[in-house]
C-alpha cells in the first residue's frame, strides 16, 4: 500500500524491489518501493514546477465518440516547488518542498435509465417472457397490467424530473441517458527535513511530511444518483540517528509515526431530502438521500443504481515504528543484526456494505427480468446497515533479522539472511468484537486474558523467513545473479469484515427471497428485518486457525555484457504460495433432496440454520488460497551513447490462482471475490485475473543530435542555439496480450450459490469465427446449468483484447546564467490515440449485451503540459 507518494522533485532517489530481498526487509509480499527525500546542503538550490492539463489538449474517448457524447471538460494545476540549502554551514540543513493540486472535471456522463414502455409495464419488444408472480403464468403479450405497478414504482417513474426518462437512442438501455456530472479534488502536500552532522561519528535526520486531499463528486446526471465524498488527510513523522563506532561498526536507529484517515461519506448534492418518505418508503433514514435500489442485469444491460446504501466510513490508522539495525565488517563479511517493531492503532467508523440508508435488490428470479420485479414490487434481497460507535483495533508486530554478504571470492558473493516476523492478532481495546463458529454457530465474546481470548483466533509464531542470495562474475562479461527467499505477511481481508462489526456491538440486518419463500417488499421498507438486538443477516468470523500467508520466492538470472555501454539479461523467474487470506462465505447453503423444484427454501438449507436460524451469510477470513507464478525474462539496455539510452524488456509469464482477493480488481472481467462454491475453491483454481501472458515493453531518450555539444549546429550562436538546440525526445511503448475472462451466468442455477458468481456449461468454442467488437465471445458456446447443478465452465476460458500504447515527452533545456536554467516539456500519453479495449459483457443471463465490448481500458490521448525552472 502507498499511503503518501511524495512530489517527484522532492526525490532523491526510487527503488523498487520485487523479489530476492535481503533479511531487513519484512511485512510484504510484493513489491517494495522506497523512496528517499533530498538533503540540503553548502549550497541554496531548488526548483519551481508547473504541470498543467486541459481537456481542450485532449482527445475525445473511444466510447463517445461512438455515441457521438462531446469530450468532457477537465482541467488539472499541479504547482508546487523546493528548496534546500544550509543553516549552519557543514553542519545544519534543510529542504522543504510543497506541492498543490486543483482538478475540476465537470463534464457528462452516460447512465442507464428505463425506458417509457418498461415503466408503462409494456416488454413486448423483450424476449424473455414476463411472468406473474402469483400464477406463474405468462403475461398476455408480455405486458405487466397498469394495477399491478406497485405504487412506490409508479412515484419514482412518474418523478421524471428526479427520474428523468432516456434522452439518447443506444442498443439495450445501457448508456441511454447523458447528462452533466461535476468532480473536484483540491490537495496540498510537502515535506520538511533536517540534516544534522552532530559529530564526526554522529548524524541525525529529521522528516515531517503531509498531505491533505479533499475529493467531492457533487453532481451527476440526474437527483437519484447521490453524490460521494471523500477527505484524507496524512502526517509522517520520522528520526533517524546513524553512528560510527569504528571503521568497521556502524548503528542506525529510525523512529516513525504515520497517520492516515480517509473519510468518505454519501452526498444529497441534488437536495431532495428524506426521500424515502417522499415515496412512501417506510422507515426512518439517518441521513439524506434514498435507499438503494439495485435492478440487475436484464434485457439489454443493468440499469443505474437510484440512490445509496450510503455505505459513510471514517478510518483512522496511526503505527508507530522502532527499527534498529547493526552493520559489522569483518574480514570477507558484512553482517547486519537488528530489529523492527510497530505498534498499529486503527479507530473506524463503518455503516457496513448495506449502509445507512439501505439496499433493496431486484434479479428477475421472480418474473424474468430485474425491472419487471420492480415493478411488481418482488425484491430479491434487502439489508441496512447502522451507525453504532467506532471501534478501536490494537496490535503489535515484531521482527529480528540476521544478514551476512560473504564474499568468498572476488568474483563470488553469497547473501544469507534469516528474519522472524511475528504478528499479533488484532484485538479491539475494550474487547468490543466477537466471533462465530463455523461449526457450530455459537457466538464468541471476547474477554480479558489471553491474546487469543481478546482477539479471538490464535496467534501464529512459525514466521521464520531464510533469504538467500548469489552473485557470480564470470571474466569480464558474464554476471550470475539468483536467490530463494521465503516471506510471509498477514493480508487482511480489509476494514469491512473485522470482527467489531459483529453484534452486539454492530449490527447489519438483511434477508434475501427466493421462490421458494416469495419475493420481499419495497412497499413495507425495512420491516421483516431481525431487530438489532439478535445476531441475524450478515455477520463476520475469522478462521480461528489463520495464519499468515507463506510465499517463496526464487529466481536466476545470467547478464552478458555486449559492448562497453549494453548488456543483456536473460532470467526464469518462479513464486508459489500458500495460505494466501481469502473471503469464504461461511453459511453456504446445501444442495436439496430430489426434485430442485421442490427443495426447501433457501436459508432453511444453510448449515448452520438449525443452531443459528437468523444468520445468513457469515463471512468468514480464511487463510485457504494459494497462486504460483513462473515467468521468463528477457532485456535489453543500452547505456547513453551518442545521446541514445534504451530498455527493451520482455516477460512471458503464467499466474495461477484459486484466490481473487478481498480487494478485487479494476479493468478486467474478474470472477468474484468469494468462490462459486465455498466446499470447492479448486472450482476457483485458474489463470489470475491479472495473468498476463505476453508483456513488452520499451523505453528510451534521445538527444536530437542539434545544438551545441551535438552532432550539427555545435557552432550556433546563442539566440539559435536556444531555439533549435538542446532537444530531447523520451517515450515508453508498451504492448501485451489480453487478461482472462470468466464467464457467468446471473440466473443462480445452482440454488445454492450466495456470494460468488456463478458459471455456465461450456458446450462449444468461446471464440466466434468472426470475432469482433460486436461479437467477441460466443453465446452459443454456453449453456445455462440444470437447475440445482453448477456449471461447468472454468475460470479464464477466454481472453479480452490486447493493450497497445506510447507515452512520449518533447523536452527543452533553456540556460539562464549561472546555474540556473528553465525546462519546458511537452508530455503526451496515448501519443497515437490508439483505444485499448475493455472485457466484453460476460453474463449470458444478458444476452443483449453478451460479448459486447462497449468501452475501454485506455484512456483517450492526453496532453500535459510542464514547466520546472531550477536554481
Not at 792 to 817: E, T
Amino acid at each position: 500500500t502507498v499511503a503518501y507518494q511524495p512530489s517527484p522533485d522532492a526525490l532523491a532517489e526510487i527503488s523498487v524491489e520485487t523479489n530476492n530481498y535481503a533479511a531487513d526487509t519484512g511485512n510484504v509480499a510484493g513489491a517494495v518501493l522506497s523512496n528517499v527525500i533530498k538533503s540540503g546542503s553548502n549550497r541554496f538550490r531548488g526548483n519551481a514546477f508547473e504541470f498543467f492539463r486541459d481537456s481542450r489538449m485532449d482527445a475525445n474517448t473511444w466510447a463517445n465518440n461512438r455515441s457521438g457524447a462531446p469530450r468532457q471538460e477537465r482541467r488539472q494545476h499541479i504547482f508546487g516547488a523546493t528548496l534546500g540549502g544550509p543553516l549552519v554551514k557543514n553542519k545544519l540543513f534543510f529542504f522543504a518542498d510543497y506541492q498543490g493540486t486543483r482538478y475540476n472535471a465537470p463534464g457528462t456522463e452516460a447512465l442507464s435509465v428505463a425506458p417509457a414502455s418498461w415503466r408503462n409495464g409494456d416488454f413486448s419488444g423483450v424476449s424473455t417472457v414476463i411472468r406473474d408472480p402469483l400464477t406463474g403464468q405468462p403475461f398476455p403479450g408480455n405486458i405487466v397490467p397498469a394495477n399491478r405497478i406497485s405504487p412506490v414504482a409508479r412515484a419514482i417513474l412518474n418523478n421524471t424530473d428526479l427520474y428523468p426518462l432516456p434522452n439518447r437512442t443506444v442498443s439495450g438501455v445501457a448508456g441511454n441517458y447523458v447528462g452533466q456530472v461535476n468532480q473536484a479534488v483540491r490537495a496540498h502536500q510537502g515535506d520538511l527535513r533536517l540534516d544534522w552532522n552532530t559529530s564526526a561519528n554522529d548524524k541525525v535526520f529529521g522528516r515531517f511530511s503531509f498531505n491533505e486531499y479533499d475529493s467531492k463528486i457533487d453532481k451527476h446526471a440526474f437527483p437519484l444518483v447521490l453524490g460521494l465524498g471523500q477527505n484524507g488527510p496524512f502526517r509522517n513523522l520520522a528520526l533517524n540517528w546513524s553512528h560510527i563506532f569504528g571503521p568497521a561498526l556502524v548503528n542506525e536507529v529510525l523512529l516513525g509515526f504515520n497517520q492516515i484517515t480517509n473519510i468518505q461519506e454519501t452526498l444529497d448534492w441534488a437536495g431532495i431530502g428524506n426521500a424515502n418518505s417522499t415515496f412512501n418508503i417506510p422507515g426512518g433514514q439517518p441521513i439524506a438521500g434514498l435507499s438503494a435500489i439495485q435492478v440487475g442485469a436484464g434485457q439489454g444491460g443493468a440499469l443505474t443504481t437510484i440512490g445509496a446504501g450510503a455505505s459513510d466510513s471514517d478510518t483512522r490508522d496511526k503505527t508507530y515504528q522502532l527499527n534498529e539495525k547493526l552493520t559489522w565488517m569483518r574480514g570477507r563479511h558484512s553482517l547486519k543484526f537488528g530489529g523492527q517493531f510497530l505498534h498499529y492503532v486503527q479507530q473506524r467508523f463503518y455503516a457496513g456494505n448495506n449502509g445507512l440508508l439501505g439496499i433493496f435488490g431486484y434479479s428477475g428470479a421472480f418474473t424474468g427480468t430485474p425491472f419487471s420485479d420492480f415493478l411488481l414490487d418482488q425484491v430479491g434481497s434487502k439489508g441496512r446497515g447502522s451507525a453504532s460507535d467506532p471501534w478501536t483495533h490494537l496490535h503489535n508486530r515484531i521482527a529480528l533479522f540476521v544478514q551476512d554478504d560473504l564474499k568468498v571470492t572476488s568474483d563470488l558473493t553469497l547473501n544469507l539472511g534469516l528474519r522472524w516476523a511475528y504478528t499479533q492478532p488484532l484485538a479491539e481495546k475494550d474487547n468490543r468484537e466477537s466471533n462465530f463458529s463455523l461449526q457450530t454457530g455459537q457466538q464468541i465474546l471476547a474477554k480479558d486474558g489471553s491474546i487469543e481470548d481478546r482477539s479471538l483466533y490464535k496467534p501464529y509464531y512459525k514466521g521464520f523467513e531464510p533469504r538467500l542470495g548469489f552473485a557470480y562474475r564470470k571474466g569480464d562479461r558474464w554476471v550470475f545473479r539468483g536467490g530463494y527467499g521465503i516471506s510471509q505477511y498477514m493480508e487482511g481481508t480489509g476494514a469491512n469484515l473485522r470482527l467489531p462489526l459483529n453484534p452486539p456491538y454492530f449490527f447489519e440486518s438483511n434477508v434475501s427471497y427466493d421462490r421458494t419463500t416469495g419475493g420481499g417488499s419495497l412497499a413495507t421498507g425495512f420491516a421483516g428485518l431481525v431487530p438489532l438486538d439478535k445476531p441475524s443477516g450478515q455477520v463476520r468470523a475469522f478462521d480461528p486457525n489463520i495464519r499468515p500467508q507463506f510465499t517463496q520466492q526464487w529466481n536466476v538470472f545470467a547478464e552478458y555484457l555486449v559492448t562497453s555501454s549494453m548488456s543483456a539479461n536473460i532470467g526464469y523467474v518462479g513464486h508459489n504460495a500458500n495460505h494466501l487470506v481469502t473471503p469464504v462465505e461461511g453459511n453456504q447453503p446445501r444442495e436439496g433432496v430430489g426434485d430442485p423444484a421442490t427443495w426447501a427454501p433457501l436459508q432453511q438449507r444453510r448449515p448452520l440454520y438449525a443452531t443459528a436460524p437468523l444468520i445468513t451469510n457469515i463471512s468468514t477470513t480464511a487463510s485457504r488460497g494459494r497462486s504460483n507464478y513462473n515467468a521468463l525474462q528477457v532485456s535489453l539496455r543500452q547505456r547513453p551513447r551518442h545521446g541514445l539510452e534504451y530498455l527493451a524488456s520482455y516477460t512471458f509469464g503464467k499466474v495461477l490462482t484459486n484466490n481473487l482477493g478481498y480487494y478485487g480488481s479494476s479493468f478486467v472481467q474478474a470472477e468474484g471475490a468469494y468462490w462459486m462454491n465455498a466446499y470447492e475453491p479448486e472450482w476457483n483454481y485458474g489463470p489470475a485475473f491479472h495473468d498476463i501472458r505476453h508483456n513488452f515493453v520499451l523505453s528510451a531518450a534521445y538527444e536530437l543530435p542539434w545544438g551545441r555539444g551535438r552532432k550539427w549546429g555545435s557552432n550556433w550562436n546563442g539566440p539559435v542555439n536556444a531555439i533549435l538546440g538542446g532537444w530531447k525526445l523520451s517515450g515508453i511503448f508498451q504492448a501485451r496480450t489480453g487478461f482472462p475472462i470468466t464467464v457467468q451466468d446471473s440466473r443462480g442455477s445452482s440454488l445454492q450459490a450466495v456470494r460468488g458468481g456463478e458459471r455456465p456449461n461450456c458446450i462449444g468454442n468461446p471464440k466466434p469465427a468472426d470475432q469482433s467488437l460486436d461479437h467477441w465471445l460466443d453465446i452459443n458456446a454456453f449453456a445455462r446449468a440444470p437447475l440445482g447443478t453448477w456449471g461447468d465452465c472454468g475460470i479464464g476460458i477466454a481472453r479480452a483484447p490486447g493493450y497497445r500504447n506510447i507515452d512520449a515527452v518533447l523536452s527543452k533545456r533553456f540556460d539562464v546564467g549561472s546555474e540556473r536554467y528553465l525546462e519546458l516539456r511537452a508530455e503526451a500519453f496515448n501519443l497515437t490515440n490508439t483505444p485499448s479495449f475493455s472485457p466484453p459483457a460476460r453474463n449470458i443471463g444478458d444476452p443483449a449485451t453478451f460479448g459486447r465490448i462497449t468501452n475501454t481500458v485506455s484512456l483517450p490521448r492526453n496532453v500535459e503540459l510542464v514547466v520546472k525552472f531550477f536554481f
